[in-house]
């Protein structure tokens, strides 16, 4: 008897929900414009992504083409997948040698997004961008050098 009672009881309880569902379903039918999903690739030009989307991983640069980054390559020291490589140079300013970055390669193929980089980079030099549409045909095109050509270092933190 008991058997049967429970087969009622779940038989009334899997109604319930199914009007649940059927509800909500009709209730986004009705207001068309209170459904939040993105209609990608139909609003690629006003998408917006939300604050904590990591993208890939840029150097953040002025409008001056001037960066924070000094080289001590501590981000590509605790990138556990190596995919930041910073090659330097040394120049030659008022008679005294100093080191300068000469390409902070980043390859995003090998990237897993930890945020390691940014989170240990002592000049907050390192940013995510909210970019996303990353495909490409050829892997190496995943490599990207994040200074800019031309870039320096921001005067204020060589002292």
Known sequence: ?????????????????????????????????????????????????????KGEVIMVHNENNEHHCTGCGICAMNCPNGSIEVISKTIEVDGKKKKVIDKHIYHHGMCTFCGLCI?????????????????????????????????????EKEA
């Open 1 to 53: 008897m008991n058997s049967i009672k429970k087969y009622f009881v779940d038989l009334f309880k899997g109604v319930i929900s199914l009007v649940k569902g059927m509800s909500v379903t009709g209730h986004y039918f009705v207001h068309p414009g209170e459904i939040i999903t993105e209609q990608y690739p139909n609003n690629r030009n006003t998408l917006k992504m939300f604050d904590r989307f």
């Open 119 to 155: 989170k240990t980079c002592p000049q907050h030099a390192l940013a995510f961008a909210p970019t996303f549409e990353n495909s490409v045909y050829d892997r190496s095109r995943l490599n990207k050098i994040l200074n800019h050509p031309g870039s320096s270092l921001i005067k």
